[in-house]
């Protein structure tokens, strides 16, 4: 990272550092973008997206709706004003 990148992204994030400060903030990006352009050579072209960091087996259920046929008793133990739950004041 050139100086005078890092001075525009010191005054971008207007933060102000002494010379010390500096040039170990300046080192630690550094090796940052070192292991991000690190990460660019990786090659994945044949890797699917990860939705799940462990795998996932089995059929979910369809989704169709049903008529709930005891509404009243469901709501029995709620605060309700006309068929709305009143929840805690926030």
């Known amino acids: 990272m050139h100086d ?18 500096s040039e170990e903030i300046k080192k630690d990006l550094e090796e940052v973008i070192v ?13 699917g997206p990860a939705y799940h960091s462990v795998e996932i087996s089995g059929m979910m259920r369809e989704d169709t709706p049903e008529d709930f046929k005891e509404k009243k008793r469901l709501l029995d133990n709620t605060k309700t004003h006309r068929s709305y739950v009143i929840g805690p004041e926030v």
Request: glycine share 4%.
């Open 4 to 21: 005078k990148e890092f001075k525009s992204l010191l005054e971008t994030a207007r933060i102000s550092l002494t010379e010390a400060e």
């Open 35 to 47: 292991y991000f352009n690190r990460l660019d050579d990786i090659e994945c072209g044949n890797v």
